[in-house]
């Protein structure tokens, strides 16, 4: 693009930044009808920031530190604001600079291995240093911002449900952008070190320098377990937790190789395996988180002890629903709502383990499902008319 293209791209995105954050700070208190323009449909909402992201990518090198420049300014905000103040207007500008900058710094690639947009990659041939390049800083200043929510008293003034959406709908594509490889960025750096090649190099290892990558995977797990506990009933926060953010970092071997050496990680097993909190959960998410940490067993290199992830993982589940299916009063009590909701839940955990069977773990959770085999069989004749469990056993068992 010549430079006075580049130049009226510019202009152009920052006239429309500007005007949906005045849009954003506006409708912070609104509760008419007239608000709803600022809550369109997510698939509109996606498809109309795509198209001012390739507005902004057209001028990366001025639109970008523009957009870092804004975040700056509303955290910053936010750190000196007295807490008499009510900060509505900046959360709502931060909710949209967080939604138009993840579509600036990534794709959305459903279904497909996540790049680096080609914009970002190409751009920048003038910047040497890595904490000069304005995808990097940009970056790094949302999630120092992300992590705050990590502690409860800011999280309870600052970190609203709808926030903390938008939040980990961002990480969830950063993480499966930026972490790349490590074997990429060295393949890139084979080629050359001057100009692009350089921008490249610089983008595709960023992440990893100074163990930032692992701490951001530490970092990304224990926002999701407080995603998943502390904000309860709220099913868009907890679904984007369950089926983008965690399955973001089981997707990639090279990344899920790192988060189950975590003991963030290992808690979050923990709680799924023996815990109470995460029974909140509806169904659906149980079936998909169960899914995810399953799947993270074909990333532990050591076959023995990826077999003994999966036992320590799924045996204590195996283990209720039996202990539930061989209670002395099963027939008097099946029937309570409380006890077919668990009975349920642990069914929907069943069959996300088993989703996630792959070669090498395919005897352990064959082995689990031995293991219930006969409890199934005592479910199928309590809840006969219950078909909502008679599908869940079916659904498992085929």
């Known amino acids: 693009m010549s430079a006075d293209g580049a130049l009226a791209a510019s202009n152009l995105f920052?006239?429309?930044?500007?005007?949906?954050?005045?849009?954003?700070?506006?409708?912070?208190f609104?509760?008419?009808?007239?608000?709803?323009?600022?809550?369109?449909?997510?698939?509109?909402?996606?498809?109309?920031?795509?198209?001012?992201?390739?507005?902004?990518?057209?001028?990366?090198?001025t639109t970008i530190p523009f957009l870092e420049q804004l975040f700056s300014e509303r955290f910053a905000r936010l750190s000196q604001r007295d807490v008499e103040n009510d900060p509505t207007r900046t959360l709502e500008e931060l909710y949209?600079?967080?939604?138009?900058?993840?579509?600036?710094?990534?794709?959305?690639?459903?279904?497909?291995?996540?790049?680096?947009?080609?914009?970002?990659?190409?751009?920048?041939?003038?910047?040497?240093?890595?904490?000069?390049?304005?995808?990097?800083?940009?970056?790094?200043?949302?999630?120092?911002?992300?992590?705050?929510?990590?502690?409860?008293?800011?999280?309870?003034?600052y970190f609203s449900p709808r926030l903390m959406e938008a939040v980990i709908w961002f990480l969830?594509?950063?993480?499966?952008?930026?972490?790349?490889?490590?074997?990429?960025?060295?393949?890139?750096?084979?080629?050359?070190?001057?100009?692009?090649?350089?921008?490249?190099?610089?983008?595709?290892?960023?992440?990893?320098?100074?163990?930032?990558?692992?701490?951001?995977?530490?970092?990304v797990v224990l926002m999701s377990m407080v995603a998943l506990t502390t904000y309860q009933g709220e099913i868009e926060l907890q679904t984007l937790t369950c089926q983008k953010l965690l399955a973001s970092v089981v997707r990639r071997k090279h990344t899920c190789a790192y988060v189950v050496q975590l003991d963030s990680w290992r808690d979050l097993t923990r709680a799924?395996?023996?815990?109470?909190?995460?029974?909140?959960?509806?169904?659906?998410l149980q079936r998909s988180l169960a899914e995810t940490l399953a799947c993270a067993a074909s990333c532990i290199k050591d076959p023995e002890a990826s077999v003994q992830y999966?036992?320590?993982?799924?045996?204590p589940v195996a283990g209720c629903l039996v202990e539930n299916a061989s209670r002395s009063d099963l027939k008097s009590v099946a029937h309570q709502p409380d006890v077919i909701y668990m009975v349920c839940?642990?069914?929907?955990?069943?069959?996300?383990?088993?989703?996630?069977?792959?070669?090498?773990?395919?005897?352990?959770?064959?082995?689990?499902?031995?293991?219930?085999?006969?409890?199934?069989?005592?479910?199928?004749?309590?809840?006969?008319?219950?078909?909502?469990?008679i599908y869940m056993i079916l659904k498992f068992v085929v």
């Open 96 to 157: 949209w600079l967080l939604l138009i900058t993840s579509h600036v710094l990534t794709d959305s690639g459903e279904g497909e291995t996540l790049l680096i947009p080609e914009a970002l990659q190409a751009g920048f041939t003038n910047v040497v240093e890595v904490a000069q390049h304005p995808v990097v800083t940009l970056s790094w200043s949302i999630i120092n911002f992300s992590r705050q929510c990590l502690d409860p008293g800011i999280r309870g003034r």
């Open 14 to 28: 920052k006239i429309i930044v500007e005007s949906h954050l005045k849009a954003a700070a506006d409708s912070a």
């Open 272 to 284: 799924f395996a023996s815990g109470r909190s995460l029974f909140s959960l509806s169904g659906r």
């Open 345 to 389: 839940c642990l069914l929907e955990r069943l069959r996300g383990a088993a989703r996630a069977t792959q070669p090498r773990t395919q005897k352990v959770l064959f082995e689990m499902g031995h293991t219930v085999m006969n409890s199934l069989l005592t479910l199928l004749e309590v809840y006969k008319n219950q078909s909502e469990v």
């Open 310 to 315: 999966l036992r320590d993982l799924m045996g």
């Open 30 to 61: 609104e509760d008419s009808d007239d608000a709803e323009y600022f809550h369109v449909s997510v698939s509109k909402r996606d498809e109309q920031l795509a198209l001012y992201a390739l507005i902004a990518r057209a001028a990366a090198d």
């Open 172 to 219: 969830a594509r950063w993480v499966a952008t930026y972490l790349v490889p490590l074997d990429v960025s060295r393949e890139i750096d084979s080629v050359g070190r001057h100009g692009s090649q350089h921008s490249r190099k610089l983008l595709n290892s960023f992440a990893w320098d100074n163990n930032q990558g692992e701490l951001v995977l530490d970092f």
